[in-house]
């Protein structure tokens, strides 16, 4: 975990891996460093490049909105990792108890289990499955860590064959868990969950290292069910506002294809 320097941390990660002729630097015959170098960074951001080391060093800590701005646009960042810079650089202190315990709505509950024909579930701050409703239970069912995404993905020994898009998923996992995790690096819960991958998983470690920041909204997946087969979901994140830190995720085939027929086959097989 980088939690002494987080805003240092995040700007030396997305400087080494923007390259040069991404934002039209030129390219010298020798670089012996990746991606943009310190002073290439402040030039393009309009500010010296001993301020700029001061801000990767930790020695100057809350710069100024106009500068995040410029240096987001430096970068190049997306929205998302933008907003997460704004955040590092006038973080809020949360008062959050560190074995607090994540609980779902009654209402949320019910109103999930009235869908039969729609995969549901409520993902907690680290991406853990808080709830899910009977046809979410049966997508994610039958594995090792099907109640917690992100260890099914880095930990699972078939998390490969039921993400035929293994690569894409694990970037958009770890980038999303950053998202739900926030400027706050002292959630206890968080701290286990990095601590524990980043020795078990060098893919996660790697990817972590990375500091992408994409906010779990939208988008089409891929899953490979043991019992059904190929599917082709489409899912959307909805953020719970009475539940801050959880997410609803609802997932749904297109209407009148192979994959709508399956998951209405793993309806039928999994039914009480």
């Not at 987080?6 to 030396?12: A, D, I, V, Y």
């Not at 943009?36 to 930790?58: H, I, K, N, P």
């Not at 994610?140 to 035929?164: I, M, N």
Request: aromatic share 6%; glycine share 6%; with cysteine.
């Amino acid at each position: 975990m980088d939690r002494e320097n987080p805003l240092g941390q995040f700007l030396r990660a997305r400087r080494e891996l923007l390259q040069p002729e991404d934002v039209g630097v030129a390219v010298g015959v020798r670089r012996r460093v990746a991606g943009l170098r310190r002073e290439e960074v402040a030039q393009l951001a309009g500010v010296s490049t001993d301020y700029y080391v001061r801000l990767e060093q930790g020695r100057e800590r809350h710069p100024s909105a106009q500068v995040v701005d410029a240096l987001a646009q430096a970068l190049a960042l997306e929205e998302d990792a933008a907003a997460h810079l704004h955040q590092l650089a006038r973080p809020v202190r949360r008062r959050r108890p560190s074995t607090r315990r994540e609980k779902v709505s009654l209402n949320l509950l019910r109103m999930m289990e009235r869908w039969p024909h729609t995969p549901a579930v409520v993902l907690g701050r680290c991406l853990t499955v808080l709830a899910s409703n009977a046809l979410g239970r049966a997508l994610f069912d039958g594995h090792t860590y099907s109640g917690d995404l992100v260890r099914l993905v880095f930990l699972d020994p078939d998390a490969r064959e039921f993400y035929p898009d293994w690569n894409r998923v694990a970037v958009n996992t770890v980038a999303g868990l950053r998202a739900a995790a926030g400027a706050d690096q002292d959630d206890a819960l968080l701290i286990e969950v990095v601590g524990e991958l980043s020795v078990k998983s060098e893919h996660f470690r790697r990817l972590w290292a990375r500091h992408d920041i994409r906010q779990k909204t939208h988008e089409t997946k891929r899953f490979r069910h043991p019992l059904v087969g190929e599917l082709t979901l489409h899912y959307e994140s909805l953020t719970i506002n009475s539940a801050p830190g959880q997410q609803l995720v609802v997932y749904q085939a297109d209407p009148g294809s192979p994959s709508e027929e399956a998951l209405s086959l793993l309806g039928s097989l999994t039914a009480v």
